[in-house]
Structure formats: structure tokens, C-alpha cells
């Protein structure tokens, strides 16, 4: 049979298969949500996952240039998942971070801050790049018997007190103790529960790439601040074309940073030239596709509703300036998985209202204070003003002097 009418047929032969009741469906099989189910399934609980987006077992994508920096606390709940060993793509440790001021063509402040691996016993964090996680994620996804994977599908939802209903639009429908609206920032459960949602504007646009460089990054990362907005690069696994190569998070001002990311290789590869503060990579030339992504906070009001909870981007985003915006997400699922795990060894109910004002008061205070650290950072360090460049200066280079105050700032970043 040619391969699409097999598929076709295979489709329409698994539409008419009905789908047994689950313990907690899972709206979205992002990094947030995927990781969740396949934590879930390794504790015994029946999980279904729903995604609009086709999730096909073995792809195998090209390099696009996108990556995320995995901390310590969520990089050990990705092994408990199973999930971190079927990365198909090495990762890369960030065992330094240099953190330095300055404006575009000149050489960074010599007042810096830098975590070295002094200061931590183990990694900082583990850079991976997007499309490694997301094959890992699909391929347990479909691999693991506890998780009904329904993709591509969306579903309507009824909540009530003594369960919900979730219903495809194929007319299929099972039965859930408890939802889980992993379904990213625009989260469409979010709205449809009526959870108020506060959002901030930076005016500010990231451009996302990958380099590659003369010399080895040696496991280091740069977060550079500039006037515009912070440019970070984070260090990569070479490859055979490329033996040295990072990402790169460069926030501009909306519209600049679209023009930016359009220019040819050679005018842009000057541009993040002047945007890293010292040479120490040597020459550097953009590698893949850039993406760009316009840069706003938001976080939910509540985190719950009837048998519903929020987690990831549908309950919150952040300012990339300090790379944490999964890893909080992340944060939300070890506590949520925490709780869950426990109340189905005591057989309890996993949508009780008490298990979800839990989740929430454990999660949604330290989101709130990340935001706003990561807010308050950005408006401190993205202006020209010569009165908090000189103050931020001094600030960053007091920190560097303070061993226990880096330590105290390393272990919460990773998440420990
Ligand atoms: C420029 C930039 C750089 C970043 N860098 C980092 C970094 O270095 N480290 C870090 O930790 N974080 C970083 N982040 C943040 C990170 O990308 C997000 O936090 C992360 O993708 C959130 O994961 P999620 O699973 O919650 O949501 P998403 O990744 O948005 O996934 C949502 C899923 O839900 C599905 N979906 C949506 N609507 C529906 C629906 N109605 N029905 C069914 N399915 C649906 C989608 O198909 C998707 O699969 C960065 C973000 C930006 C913008």
C-alpha cells in the first residue's frame, strides 16, 4: 500500500478505537507538558496527552539553531522521565558564565561578574538544542504504555466538580480526574476558565541563533549587557562542519532587531562581533536559520480552576535575559508531579481542590519573584543612563567579590 493511504488508514482505523478513561489529561505536549506525561506514566498513572500538532515518533530534523540551557533541578527530573537518555543530540555543560556592561563596538566594563566552576560543584546548566528534546519527547511519548497520545487533535472540555469530560473533535470522548493546560502562552483552556492574565511589554524583539567560532568556547557562557537588551551567548556541542559552536539570544528594540536578523551572514556575523563585549571566540559566522521572537512578560492571576491546573507558558513567561523560562516551567511540574505522585499512592482524587491550591501555593510565589528579578534586571541593565550604568557596574563587580552571594545566586539558578 503507498505510504499515505497507509497512513490515512491507519488514521481513520485508530479514530474508530475508543479511548479509555484517564487519570489526567494533558493539553499540550510541549517540553512542559510531554516531560510531565512521561513522568507521570513512570509513577503508574494513566495519562492522556492531546496536541494540535502532529508529534511523529522519528523525526529527524534538520539543525535549526535553537536551544535551551537545562538546569540542574530540571535536568535530573528529564532523567527520572526517561527522557533525558533518549536525547538523541549531545548536550553541552555551561561551567562558566561571564557577566559583563557595555554599548555595541566597544570592549565590555572592566567591573564584571563571574560564576567560574569554583563556585558550584557540579555544571551550571546543560545546553540542549529544541529539536534533540523535542525527538526524545515524542519518541517516549509513543513508546510508553500508560500514555495515550492523541495528536494531531484538539479537544473540547467540560470541567465539573466531579470530573471533567474531554471530547475530540472526531467525536470520541474519555473521562479525567484532573487537566492540565500545558497548551504554551496563549493557552486556550487559560482564557476559556476566565484566569485573568497581566502582561508586560519590553519593546523589546530576541534574535536566536547559532555561531560558530575560531576558538573553543571551553564550556563558557557571556551574558553581555547592552543599552538595547542583554546579548548571551551559551556554548554548544561542535560538530564535524563546525568544531566550535553557541547560541545566541540577542534582545534589540522591536523593528531594529527584525532588520537585524535579515541582514546577510558577513554583515551580521560583524554585528554580533561588536555585540560581544571581548574576542575571545575569534572570528564568528551565524550557522542555520535565525528566529526571532518579540519579548514580553505575563503570568496568570491563579494557577487553578475545576479539576484544572496551569503549568509552563500557559501560566507564565519571562524575559529570556537569564535563560530560565523552561526551567520554571519545569519547577511547575517536578512540584506538581510531587504532589500527584503521592495522593495516587494514598488512591486519593487527583482533581481535589485541596491537591490544587497545594500546587499553586507552592509554585506561583517563587514564578512571581523570578519575573520579577528577571523584569527588574532587564530595566536596570537595557538603557544608556550613566548614573545606573556606573550603579550596576559597581553592583555586578560587588557581587563578583562576594563569594557566598555568587554561590547564593548559582544554586538558585540551577534550580537546586
Ligand atoms: C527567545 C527565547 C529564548 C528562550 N530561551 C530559553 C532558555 O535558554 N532556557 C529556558 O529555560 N527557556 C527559554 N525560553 C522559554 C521556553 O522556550 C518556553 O518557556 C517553553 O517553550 C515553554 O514550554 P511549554 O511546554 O510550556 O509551552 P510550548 O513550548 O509553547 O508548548 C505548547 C504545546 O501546546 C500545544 N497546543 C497549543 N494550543 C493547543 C490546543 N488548543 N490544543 C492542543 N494543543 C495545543 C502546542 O502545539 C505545543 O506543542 C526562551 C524563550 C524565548 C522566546
Avoid at 482505523?13 to 507521570?40: E, F, K, R
Avoid at 471530547?167 to 483552556?189: E, I, P
Wanted: with cysteine; hydrophobic share 45%.
Amino acid at each position: 500500500m503507498h505510504q499515505t493511504a497507509h497512513a490515512e488508514h491507519a488514521a481513520a482505523a485508530h479514530a474508530q478505537m475508543p479511548i479509555s478513561d484517564v487519570d489526567v489529561c494533558i493539553i499540550g505536549a510541549g517540553p512542559v507538558g510531554g516531560t510531565l506525561a512521561c513522568h507521570l506514566a513512570q509513577a503508574g498513572i494513566k495519562v492522556a496527552v492531546v496536541d494540535k500538532a502532529d508529534l511523529p515518533p522519528m523525526e529527524d530534523p534538520d539543525f535549526d539553531g535553537r536551544a535551551y540551557a537545562i538546569a540542574a533541578g530540571p535536568k535530573a527530573y528529564l532523567e527520572e522521565a526517561g527522557v533525558w537518555d533518549a536525547l538523541p543530540l549531545p548536550s553541552c555543560p555551561i561551567e562558566d558564565i561571564l557577566v559583563t556592561d557595555g554599548r555595541p563596538g566597544e570592549p565590555a566594563s572592566p567591573l564584571f561578574l563571574e560564576f567560574t566552576r569554583e563556585d558550584a560543584n557540579q555544571p551550571f546548566g546543560w545546553m540542549i538544542e529544541a529539536r534533540s528534546l523535542r525527538v526524545a519527547l515524542n519518541a517516549s511519548l509513543h513508546t510508553t504504555p500508560e500514555i495515550t497520545l492523541l495528536a494531531p487533535a484538539e479537544a473540547t472540555i467540560v470541567r465539573r466538580k466531579e470530573g471533567a469530560t474531554v471530547t475530540l473533535h472526531d467525536g470520541r470522548s474519555f473521562k479525567a480526574k484532573l487537566v492540565v493546560a500545558a497548551d504554551g502562552r496563549k493557552s486556550r483552556l487559560r482564557s476559556q476558565a476566565g484566569i485573568p492574565l497581566t502582561r508586560l511589554s519590553y519593546g523589546q524583539t530576541a534574535i536566536v541563533c547559532a555561531i560558530a567560532h575560531e576558538f573553543p568556547h571551553d564550556n563558557s557562557a557571556l551574558e553581555h549587557f547592552l543599552p538595547a537588551g542583554p546579548f548571551a551567548q551559551l556554548p554548544l556541542p561542535g560538530n564535524e562542519e563546525h568544531p566550535y559552536m553557541s547560541a545566541i539570544v540577542w534582545s534589540d528594540h522591536d523593528g531594529l532587531a527584525e532588520r537585524f536578523a535579515a541582514l546577510p551572514d558577513d554583515v551580521f556575523a560583524m554585528q554580533l562581533q561588536r555585540r560581544m563585549g571581548n574576542n575571545r571566540l575569534g572570528q564568528v559566522k551565524p550557522v542555520g536559520r535565525r528566529w526571532t521572537y518579540p519579548l514580553s512578560a505575563q503570568y496568570a492571576q491563579r494557577y487553578t480552576d475545576t479539576r484544572m491546573v496551569l503549568v509552563g507558558d500557559a501560566a507564565h513567561g519571562i524575559h529570556p535575559i537569564a535563560g530560565q523560562g523552561l526551567n520554571l516551567g519545569f519547577r511547575d511540574i517536578i512540584a506538581l508531579s510531587k504532589i500527584l505522585i503521592a495522593a495516587h499512592n494514598r488512591g486519593k482524587d487527583l482533581g481535589a481542590p485541596e491537591l490544587l491550591a497545594r500546587y499553586q501555593a507552592e509554585c506561583r510565589p517563587a514564578n512571581m519573584l523570578m519575573l520579577a528579578a528577571t523584569d527588574v534586571l532587564d530595566r536596570l541593565f537595557s538603557n544608556n543612563n550613566p548614573v545606573l550604568r556606573f550603579a550596576r557596574d559597581v553592583g555586578i563587580a560587588g557581587v563578583n567579590r562576594l563569594p557566598a552571594l555568587r554561590k547564593a545566586f548559582v544554586k538558585h539558578a540551577m534550580g537546586l
